[in-house]
Nanobody
Framework: QVQLVESGGGSVQSGGSLRLSCAAS????????MGWFRHLPGKEREGVAA???????IYASSVKGRFTISQDNAKNTLYLQMNNLKPEDTAMYYC?????????????????WGQGTQVTVSS
């Protein structure tokens, strides 16, 4: 059983920055992919960024150039550096692990999810 614990959310003004962290434990093999997703009530969960075991990353067009995903394999921790935040980035952010493959930004392929951390951006 894989446990994922997010941290680093908060409230910032438009143009500000936050760094989200996701500590992973309980896995016996490196996941094929780790991803960040966000969700607003009444909307579908949206893939924000994902990174595979080789370090290749992909981003949603809405965050490209502003967000950076990275991982520290020694610490089993996933990060999301978010710069130039906008009010439309306000959401609950989740990290997820795709153990056997890499579903990139498709949430349906992910096996384990964290509890989420709230990001609120005010104008």
């Amino acid at each position: 059983q894989v446990q994922l614990v997010e941290s680093g959310g908060g409230s910032v003004q438009s143009g500000g920055s936050l760094r989200l962290s996701c500590a992973a434990s309980g896995h016996t093999r490196r996941p094929g992919c780790m991803g960040w997703f966000r969700h607003l009530p009444g909307k579908e969960r949206e893939g924000v960024a994902a990174i595979n075991s080789a370090g290749s990353a992909i981003y949603a067009s809405s965050v490209k150039g502003r967000f950076t995903i990275s991982q520290d394999n020694a610490k089993n921790t996933l990060y999301l550096q978010m710069n130039n935040l906008k009010p439309e980035d306000t959401a609950m952010y989740y990290c997820a692990a795709d153990i056997l493959g890499c579903s990139w930004l498709d949430p349906r392929g992910y096996d384990y999810w964290g509890q989420g951390t709230q990001v609120t951006v005010s104008s």
